[in-house]
């Protein structure tokens, strides 16, 4: 039940920023809102009814608890959606007032329809900066597939937008993440300012989701637009399958990471196969790809997998875990190979060579197990993340201050390595912790 729906079961009348009902606990003909009134002040996040001054009794919680269930009955509440928002303090100011949930009811994630209705709406309200389109042109996108991509920049000023867009959408905008102070006087659209924003798609071609990237800066240039941090709805991290993929089923489809490197690859002529293309939102978000794959790829099909060559843990599991699960769906599994940049679109970009091939039964062993460089122990080197257990291993026990760590922080990466389970503590002696592999 959301905001709009429990001012509806109230009879509420909007006068100023609040809202007034008559109280439905009196006899019909002592309604008058004048007299018996309820004061309901909505916000993102809860519905506050303050109780007219016949009914609460100031101080007196087991009264006003049981007001609290009698006007809940009386409109047709269930009263375990309210709560005491006096939160126990009997020197409050109200009589009484319930609100619903932030946790339970509200905000509600809007469905798929709303949520492309919403973001398509927005995205035609704005346009694509030059800068904006020389960036995207240098990344790869043409110009004019970017355009009918639905890439925009957002506006120096979002609050024009954010109007005209309560004035077609109302209270639905509450269960939109972007959008905050819905039910006040105060609606925001939470837009960065010059960033692109790029449209994150399901296999319907409905727009779920909304990316901003701002070109200047380092950590953080790119985010989700999301009202989570001011306490609203939560923006989803999906598979992106780009505009026209999802009409059918490929014979080869190509997975790597990210919206926009998922549409280079889909409007690029330039690769030496016919595939659709599907994006994971992150290397660590490989297994939401999973269930995309299995719609728009034929039994038995090709399945090439295109991560970035950085040689990170996250991307060497996330391309180890779907050739795995690849081979057990019985698809036809490769890896994708290029000849320039980090990226598949690096090369593409650059006119570079892309090749495929199939991972060999030799490599079952290596995609298996994540990569293991030992270090002599007689001249130990520097031990990055993933060799850490591989060093103990080797080993057997390893006294916890001698192993020979690369930063600080891996200290707290063992430390939570031993509340999972993955080491455990042998003995203690005078040298600290001696740490051993779980089997």
Not at 19 to 44: M, W
Not at 201 to 214: D, F, P, V
Request: aromatic share 6%; glycine share 10%; with cysteine.
């Amino acid at each position: 039940m959301t905001v709009p729906d429990l001012l509806a079961k109230f009879g509420a009348v909007k006068v100023g920023r609040e809202y007034l009902a008559p109280c439905p606990i009196h006899q019909p003909g002592e309604t008058d809102p004048n007299r018996f009134k309820l004061v309901i002040s909505p916000s993102d996040h809860y519905l506050a009814v303050t109780f007219c001054r016949h009914c609460g009794i100031k101080g007196d919680r087991e009264h006003n608890k049981e007001v609290t269930r009698r006007v809940c009955e009386a409109v047709g509440v269930d009263p375990r959606v309210l709560w005491d928002r006096r939160g126990g303090e009997e020197t409050s100011r109200e009589w009484s007032s319930v609100g619903v949930r932030p946790d339970r009811e509200l905000p509600l994630p809007a469905p798929a329809s709303t949520l492309h209705e919403v973001y398509s709406d927005l995205l035609d309200s704005l346009e694509l900066t030059d800068r904006h389109t020389r960036w995207l042109t240098k990344r790869g996108l043409d110009a004019d597939w970017a355009w009918g991509a639905g890439y925009r920049s957002t506006p120096d000023d979002p609050a024009p937008v954010a109007k005209r867009l309560w004035e077609r959408w109302g209270f639905a905008l509450a269960t939109v993440p972007g959008f905050t102070d819905v039910y006040g006087d105060g609606l925001k659209l939470l837009l960065r300012q010059q960033a692109v924003l790029t449209p994150c798609r399901n296999s319907a071609g409905q727009i779920l989701a909304l990316k901003q990237r701002l070109l200047d800066g380092g950590k953080g240039r790119l985010r989700l637009l999301s009202s989570g941090p001011a306490g609203g709805p939560k923006a989803v991290m999906l598979t992106h399958v780009p505009l026209g993929v999802g009409s059918r089923q490929w014979e080869c489809l190509l997975v790597t990471e990210g919206e926009r490197k998922t549409d280079v690859v889909w409007s690029k002529s330039s690769l030496p196969f016919v595939c659709g293309a599907v994006g994971i939102p992150g290397t660590g978000l490989w297994s939401t790809a999973l269930p995309v794959i299995e719609s728009l790829l034929v039994p038995a099909g090709e399945l090439v997998i295109a991560m970035d060559r950085d040689g990170k843990p996250q991307t060497l599991n996330a391309q180890r875990e779907l050739v795995k699960w690849g081979r057990s769906r019985g698809y036809w599994v490769k890896i994708a190979e290029w000849t320039e940049g980090k990226g598949i679109d690096d090369c593409l970009v650059r006119g570079g060579e892309v090749r495929v091939r199939e991972v060999e039964e030799r490599e079952t062993d290596i995609l298996s197990s994540p990569p293991l460089t030992v270090p002599p122990p007689t001249q130990p080197q520097l031990l990055k993340d993933w060799e850490i257990c591989g060093y103990i291993k080797e080993r057997g026990r390893v006294a916890r201050s001698e192993l020979p760590l690369r930063h600080p922080t891996q200290e707290q990466l063992i430390s939570r390595w031993i509340r999972e389970g993955k080491l455990r503590i042998a003995e203690k002696t005078v040298k600290g912790q001696v740490l051993e592999l779980v089997e």
